[in-house]
Nanobody, 119 residues
């Protein structure tokens, strides 16, 4: 069994910062890409940022220059540093990971963590 456990969500004022963490545990052979999606009420889930095992990153245009994704491969953990938060960043944030278990790669998702940015 593989689990992704998120932490760090909460309430922050506009212009403030928040750091999300997501740790993978279980029968993990290796982890390829890891990243974060978010879903606001009434909207589709959208990619926020992703990072490969080699450290290459990709960001949504709406968060470029404000959010930073990073990972600690030794801890199987991905982070999302959110700076200069805006009310439109309010959403449930989900982490994901492409994890190899034995010979097959599966997509795993966290349970989601609420981020609320007040104006």
């Amino acid at each position: 069994q593989v689990q992704l456990v998120e932490s760090g969500g909460g309430l922050v004022q506009a212009g403030g910062s928040l750091r999300l963490s997501c740790a993978a545990s279980g029968s993990i052979f290796s982890i390829n890409a890891m990243g974060w999606y978010r879903q606001a009420p009434g909207k589709q889930r959208e990619l926020v940022a992703e990072i490969t095992s080699g450290g290459s990153t990709n960001y949504a245009d709406s968060v470029k220059g404000r959010f930073t994704i990073s990972r600690d491969n030794a801890k199987n953990t991905v982070y999302l540093q959110m700076n200069s938060a805006k009310p439109e960043d309010t959403a449930v944030y989900y982490c994901y990971a492409d994890i190899r278990v034995l010979t097959i790669v599966y997509d795993y998702w966290g349970q989601g963590t609420q981020v609320t940015v007040s104006s």
